[in-house]
């Protein structure tokens, strides 16, 4: 039996999608985030020492990290589906380029994001505010805007009268991009219809909608 440890809002909707594409049986172990902190509560530590989600176990196996997850699940149980084109393929590097980069590249500006995000909420001295302002600001504009709207501007382009990210076929590419894609909607002011279009057709997407039933909907952050 595979058990996917989901934690409540997170990186764990794409690995549920995933087995529900490739028609698997898996239980999904949902784990509420720790009220104070926000993060994973210690109870993960006892599966895996780092703690993280997700985190699927297959039989013995107890593997970490999504993309390594992603890539697990395809080389055992999606050999025969058309979730990972021929490596002959004129696709294929297209294909290892998404896969790569939703982690690689996108969501580590997704995840700064979010911390100045949280920097802003934190409760702190008047006097202090002001400095910790401009020391976020000054990133914010210099290097994290710029290069979140390079970056969404890319994808955006990409996604112009495409289904999915290799064409008309859904692969496990747009089952890593599906969370950031959907993280970058929920938290950016800027104007991304062909992305908008793309994460609806995710989430109303008869597999993940499945998903979504077993871990209840995803709310960013």
Known sequence: MITLHALTQSRAYRIAWLL????????????????????????LRQIHPLGKSPLLQDGDLTLPESGAIVEYLIGRYGKDSTLKPATDSASYPDYLFWLHYAEGSLMPLLVMS???????????PFFARPIARKITGGVKESFLHPQLKLHLG??????????????????AAD????????AALARSALDLPNIAAYVQRIETHPAYQRAESKLGKLCIL
């Open 154 to 171: 890319f994808i955006e382009g990409r996604l112009k009268n495409q289904t999915w990210l290799l064409g008309d076929t859904l692969t």
């Open 175 to 182: 089952v890593m991009m599906s969370f950031p894609l959907q």
């Open 20 to 43: 529900e594409l490739l028609n698997l049986d898996y239980q999904a172990n949902v784990v509420a985030r720790d009220e104070t902190t926000k993060l994973a509560p210690e109870s």
């Open 114 to 124: 979010l911390v100045f995000r949280k920097i802003d909420e934190k409760p702190m």
